[in-house]
């Protein structure tokens, strides 16, 4: 059985100006190098950057993403974008369910279901976050609360080929906590066992990322989990010598 290929996904979040696009650059170029070995690279920058990133990296081995959509592909939605919209600008990824999105703006399952939806439908790999905060964790109810989203976010008929999950424990991201490698294998394998169960066979080739405070100094640690398909990265995603230190365990 061959493994998925990996994927570090960097997740800008709501940084980054016209000047951020040297970093991406230089992104672009140490991955054109071999910086991230055998491993699929991708940056989603804020809306405003998506088209100039995507021109940036036309023609090179980064890929470029962005970190929302609407899951209509029009209509009166008011500083809103669609997924159509973005892979008009050059996006070939976008990021559905983060938890500060599921958190900030009480995006439920089937709200994060539609938008992958919509990604899947323009063309796009949508990575769908799952993860559990703090409290449900120490309550016992991490993978109620994970499977159940995973049940709600996903649809047996989306292709296999265009999704990858993104497990993120919401008490780890930006806290500097990490969960333990025991904690990240076992809830890996936890939802590989939910993703063969809604997809079959072509549940073991969707690749699960784990996402939550991954930085260069753990993140050779975390990637060799047996489930772990690579990383949504945060905040080391914002500088090239961080993002290629977490991309770079790959080489």
């Given amino acids: 059985m061959t493994a998925p290929r990996p994927l570090v996904a960097g997740n800008w979040k709501m940084n980054g100006l016209k000047a951020a696009l040297g970093e991406l650059k230089a992104i672009r170029d140490a991955v054109g190098s071999g910086g991230a070995g055998r491993a699929e690279a991708a940056i989603c920058p804020p809306f405003t950057l998506v088209a100039a990133a995507a021109e940036a990296a036309r ?3 980064l890929g470029i993403g962005a970190q929302d959509c609407h899951a209509n592909a029009s209509g009166a939605h008011t500083g809103d974008i ?3 919209m973005l892979a008009d600008a050059g996006a070939a990824y976008v990021i559905v369910g ?3 999105r599921r958190a900030d703006h009480g995006e439920t399952d089937a709200v994060v279901r539609a938008k992958a939806a919509a990604g899947i439908k323009a063309g796009l790999t949508a990575i769908v976050c799952v993860g559990e905060t703090r409290d449900q964790r120490v309550a016992g109810k991490a993978n109620e609360i994970v499977g159940a ?5 996903l649809d047996a008929d989306f292709p296999a080929t265009n999704l990858v999950v993104a497990y993120e424990p919401v008490w780890a991201i930006g806290t500097g906590l990490t969960p333990t490698t025991a904690d990240v294998a076992d809830m890996h394998a936890f939802i590989r066992g939910k993703l063969e169960k809604l997809y ?3 549940g073991v080739d969707i690749r699960i990322l784990y996402g939550g405070s991954v930085k260069p100094s753990n993140a050779a640690e975390l990637m060799g ?3 772990v398909d690579g990383a949504l990265v945060g905040g080391a995603s914002l500088t090239c010598a961080d993002f290629m230190g977490i991309a770079g365990v790959y080489k």
Avoid: L, P, Y
């Fill in 225 to 227: 989990v047996k489930n």
């Fill in 82 to 84: 669609s997924a159509q």
């Fill in 98 to 100: 983060h938890s500060e």
């Fill in 59 to 61: 023609g090179a081995s």
């Fill in 200 to 202: 079959g066979r072509k």
């Fill in 149 to 153: 989203q995973i049940e709600g976010s």
